[in-house]
């Protein structure tokens, strides 16, 4: 069991930066394999990017591939999202997810979520 709790989103305007943050809690948290998901208005739920236990291997859409990184510390039980360059297009809520299987793009193979945290790019 492994519970998570989003943070960093906001307003910010186009051009500009975030760093969203996902500390996880419970029984062997830095274990999981990480992903981040966004989900927009109106629209299914994308995956974003995704990391293993160890940060050895990471994965992107390439929507975000040169913007955004993926990053853990184990240490802190925190994976991190640094979003750069954004655009009104990137306006979502972003979702972390854990699974202790492997590291996947696909919404299904996580299961745990945390709340959300809303992400809005304004022009």
């Known amino acids: 069991q492994v519970q998570l709790v989003e943070s960093g989103g906001g307003l910010v305007q186009a051009g500009d930066s975030l760093r969203l943050s996902c500390a996880a809690s419970?029984?062997?948290?830095?274990?999981?394999?990480m992903g981040w998901f966004r989900q927009a208005p109106g629209k299914e739920r994308d995956f974003v990017a995704a990391?293993?236990?160890?940060?050895?291997?990471?994965y992107y859409a390439d929507s975000v591939k040169g913007r955004f990184t993926i990053s853990r510390d184990n240490a802190k039980n925190t994976v991190y999202l640094q979003m750069n360059s954004l655009s009104p297009e990137d306006t979502a809520v972003y979702y972390c997810?854990?699974?202790?299987?492997?590291?996947?793009?696909?919404?299904?193979?996580?299961?745990?979520w945390g709340q959300g945290t809303q992400v809005t790019v304004s022009s």
């Open positions: 419970g029984r062997a948290a830095s274990n999981y394999y």
């Open positions: 997810a854990a699974n202790g299987f492997y590291i996947s793009r696909r919404d299904q193979d996580y299961n745990y």
């Open positions: 990391i293993t236990w160890s940060g050895s291997v990471t």
